[in-house]
């Protein structure tokens, strides 16, 4: 017999967020990770014109950003992208991969955001403890990011207002560098930035595109917003504005950074490091202290992103889990502080297993593997929400005012956001590797639970409803 359906007496979220505050949430989520690590990858891959594949990845964001706002304000639930393909396709498995797809990008946004605090950690105190040396102080961080979220942390505007002027003042601080060494008449060569150099086999369009692909994951993190919705003052006519202006001020900031970087720092020093934008306070800055100041900057940017986003798959599974689409254990509750401990050790283990394999597989190139991971699996979200949003135009029960937007915005966002998941984009194989790993290993959990549902007499299990229970078969 089914549960009866208590929504209708849950109370409400308190609509406490403005404008001022939502600003600060989006650009605080974009800003941080992307540009601080993958500067010099990208780099890499044009060679000066670095500020090219971070425009291109803005332009892509704020054309799937289109398509978001439409079904934010048509459906202004916390539920995001798994809430919208399961309206438009109501298939539970596709609902399901794309929930845990979304968990996946946190766990490497995560693992990245690991690595390249391990790095600066080593550069800070001049341990020069090498890439084996990295990657244990990145399990080490990852597993503090565990202990934190085993003892429960409470997500607070105000701690995300402090860590958003961080992260945006040490972005702050590397253009204030870049005027400093111009205005000084130190060794500025702004020539570098209209210089491109794929300095591989690929052709023009494949490095752009490739590199496109790395500094995508530097503008991901707008897609978190439409999940504080429901905690938005009249979100139909904020939500636009805000968003749109969100990413206009993060692309800007990381253009000119790049600019700054390539116009300081040769082009194949900015491509080896693991701490790009210290090479660039140091080439701008020597006789300033902020040098020494920068990797301790970077090391807090990024780790507020780490835990948020740890956080975030923790949830996520947990969530799954209490939904029976994932094995119920993974739905338990610590007794004592009320977390969900198993969830959070297995999301953990998870990463481990990342930062073991780039570091023994990928040492070299761990940051954009783990980067370039995360934005291949939020781009196939991205694919199927640009989708979604032309299925729902032919949803009449969706009533009241909503955002629409321009039906060729979503097209053109399907179609390049699965042209950059596709091989033709020039992504490295190890991306596809771990991505799939990922995906395979919620694909095992996922039958494993079916199957166990069906012995033990659960139906009707899913997302976005009740799981209710029948006779157990004999």
């Not at 085993?150 to 607070?156: A, F, P």
């Not at 179609?415 to 694909?443: D, E």
Request: glycine letters at 8%; hydrophobic letters at 55%.
């Amino acid at each position: 017999m089914g549960t009866p359906d208590t929504a209708s007496q849950e109370p409400e979220l308190r609509r406490v967020m403005g404008p001022g505050l939502l600003l600060l949430f989006v650009v605080g989520d974009i800003l941080g990770t992307g540009v601080y690590a993958l500067t010099g990858d990208v780099a890499g891959e044009v060679g000066g014109a670095a500020w090219l594949p971070f425009l291109v990845a803005f332009l892509i964001a704020t054309i799937t950003a289109f398509s978001y706002l439409e079904l934010v304000t048509k459906y202004p639930q916390a539920a995001g992208a798994a809430l919208y393909v399961h309206k438009a396709f109501g298939i539970q498995f596709v609902t399901f991969l794309v929930a845990f797809v979304v968990m996946c990008s946190g766990i490497t946004s995560a693992s990245t955001a690991s690595r390249f605090f391990a790095a600066n950690f080593d550069t800070g105190f001049g341990l020069g403890w090498g890439k084996f040396g990295i990657a244990v102080i990145a399990l080490l961080f990852m597993a503090l990011l565990a202990m934190v979220n085993l003892r429960g942390v409470g997500e607070s505007v105000k701690l995300n207002v402090v860590l958003t002027i961080v992260e945006a003042t040490g972005l702050m601080l590397v253009l204030f560098v870049g005027l400093w060494a111009f205005t000084r008449g130190l060794d500025v060569d702004f020539s570098r930035v209209i210089a491109f150099d794929t300095a591989t086999d690929k052709n023009a369009f494949m490095a752009v595109t490739a590199a496109t692909s790395l500094a995508f994951f530097a503008m991901v993190g707008f897609e978190d917003s439409v999940n504080m919705a429901e905690e938005t003052k009249d979100p139909v006519n904020t939500f636009p504005k805000v968003l749109l202006s969100g990413l206009t001020i993060a692309g800007i900031v990381y253009i000119l950074v790049s600019i700054v970087a390539v116009a300081l720092v040769p082009v194949g020093t900015l491509a080896e490091s693991d701490t790009p934008l210290v090479e660039v306070v140091k080439a701008g800055a020597p006789n300033l202290p902020i040098e020494e100041i920068f990797p301790f900057i970077s090391m807090f940017a990024v780790s507020n992103t780490a835990l948020i986003n740890m956080l975030m798959a923790s949830r996520l599974i947990y969530g799954m889990a209490r939904q029976h689409v994932l094995p119920p254990v993974l739905g338990t509750v610590h007794p004592r502080t009320r977390t969900p401990w198993v969830a959070i050790v297995f999301t953990t283990l998870i990463a481990f297993g990342l930062i073991v394999y780039v570091s023994a597989f990928a040492s070299s190139t761990a940051i954009s593997v783990l980067g370039g991971t995360t934005s291949l699996l939020l781009l196939a979200v991205f694919a199927m929400v640009n989708v979604a949003v032309l299925v729902l135009r032919h949803d009449v029960r969706a009533g009241g005012k909503h955002f629409r937007t321009p039906t060729a915005l979503p097209v053109i966002g399907f179609v390049v956001s699965l042209y950059l998941v596709t091989p033709l984009s020039g992504r490295p194989v190890q991306q596809y590797i771990v991505a799939l790993a990922l995906v395979g290993v919620g694909i095992v959990l996922f039958l494993i639970t079916m199957l166990v549902n069906r012995r033990v007499g659960v139906r009707d299990a899913g997302l976005f409803g009740e799981a209710h229970l029948t006779d157990a078969p004999d």
